[in-house]
């Protein structure tokens, strides 16, 4: 559980050196693999971590694909990260990915004048 745990973070500290488009495959590899964990988890803390673990993976992934302008596949991951959050019972990392969604879509939508 700790290595899964920490796994994103150690991603995100290559994002401020590597490009996104080398970091996808494995961020989104990364997800796949805590996913199919959450498949095998019998217990609801167990459960309630990898959740939580799935959620921040899922962010990193929409936040890679937002910064390769790659809009919808980004919401996917939000949208992906957000509900992990939920079933998690996790209010802080609920409201931080709800948070991320809606600056994208901000910066994503046209200002008309």
């Known amino acids: 559980m700790a290595t899964l745990t920490a796994v994103t973070g150690l991603q995100r500290r290559l994002e401020a050196t590597t490009p996104s488009r080398e970091l996808v495959p494995g961020a989104v590899a990364h997800l796949g693999v805590a996913r199919n964990a959450l498949t095998r988890a019998n217990a609801k803390p167990v459960r309630d971590r990898l959740l939580g673990t799935i959620a921040e993976a899922a962010g990193f ?53």
């Not at 937002?66 to 596949?73: F, L, Y």
């Not at 609920?94 to 879509?105: C, D, I, K, N, P």
């Open 61 to 113: 992934a929409a936040w890679l694909h937002a910064d390769m302008a790659d809009a919808g596949t980004a919401r996917t991951y939000y949208k992906i990260g957000i509900d992990a959050a939920r079933r998690a019972e996790h209010g802080l990392l609920t409201a931080y990915l709800t948070g991320s969604l809606a600056q994208f879509e901000l910066d994503e939508t046209p200002v008309s004048r």
